[in-house]
């Protein structure tokens, strides 16, 4: 079964809108770490954001934020005022513990892409 | 400036061949990591290194192998290339006290014909 589940492959969006990216994730793990992070046309992997499972805080950085719904095993990135230098790769990732091991893995989903018109 | 920096950028094989990624970083990380991710997939883990010479299998490492002889390199080895490893290969690294923030390498895309 999937970890982490993104169920729109693709988005697109008028700039100045804000926009809602879904994340679900399946753990075990009482503490455990959820990344937001966009893959850009360069290539490079870029990070956005990320929310630990302990913290009740809301996070933030910059025009992103995050909707951590812990009960429910999902987190949304939200991007308000969108620019067309978002247009890109969202992924989503949950880091845990491996099992039996002291080291932690991160399991990516499949990403969505987002374009944004001028 | 923090940097991971992968070699080359783009590589075009053909089947048989052998292929030699090369990921190197600037930061000390202890951690480092082969990815690849395929069209309608999510980044897949091919092998973590947690130091020199102390390399594990992630969820993919058949027909690959790794080798980290510094701290600041780690390569990854195709022997006899097959059209299905045609993918984009993310190298990142990690900080053993903060694994779960990588930093990511800008990916070599590599096609095997």
């Known amino acids: 079964a999937e970890k982490v589940i993104q169920v729109w492959s693709t988005a697109s969006r008028q700039e100045g809108e804000e926009l809602t990216l879904d994340c679900s994730y399946e753990?075990?793990?009482?503490?455990?770490?959820l990344f937001w992070y966009k893959h850009l046309l360069s290539g490079e992997m870029v990070f956005l954001i990320r929310q630990t499972s302990s913290s009740t805080a809301k996070e933030r950085s910059g025009r992103y934020s995050v909707v951590f719904q812990k009960s429910l095993k999902s987190i949304s990135l939200i991007i308000s005022a969108l620019q067309p230098d978002d247009s890109g790769k969202y992924f989503c990732?949950?880091?845990?513990?491996?099992?039996?091991?002291?080291?932690?893995?991160?399991?990516f989903g499949h990403g969505t892409i987002l374009r944004v018109h001028p | 400036d923090m940097k991971v920096t992968q070699m080359p950028r783009y590589l075009i094989k053909r089947m048989g061949e052998n292929v030699l990624l090369e990921c190197g970083q600037d930061?000390?990380?202890?951690?480092m990591y082969w990815y690849r991710q395929d069209p309608g997939l999510g980044l897949q883990l091919i092998y973590i290194s947690y130091d020199v010479d102390s390399n594990s299998e992630g969820d993919i490492p058949k027909g690959y192998r790794v080798s980290r002889k510094k701290r600041e390199h780690f390569s990854l080895i195709l022997d006899s290339a097959k059209t299905n490893q045609t993918s984009v290969y993310f190298c990142a690294s990690s900080l053993l006290g903060d694994q779960n923030t990588l930093y990511f390498g800008a990916g070599t895309r590599l096609s095997v014909l």
């Open positions: 753990t075990s793990q009482v503490l455990y770490h």
């Open positions: 990732a949950l880091w845990e513990l491996a099992p039996g091991a002291n080291t932690g893995k991160l399991t």
């Open positions: 930061m000390s990380h202890e951690t």
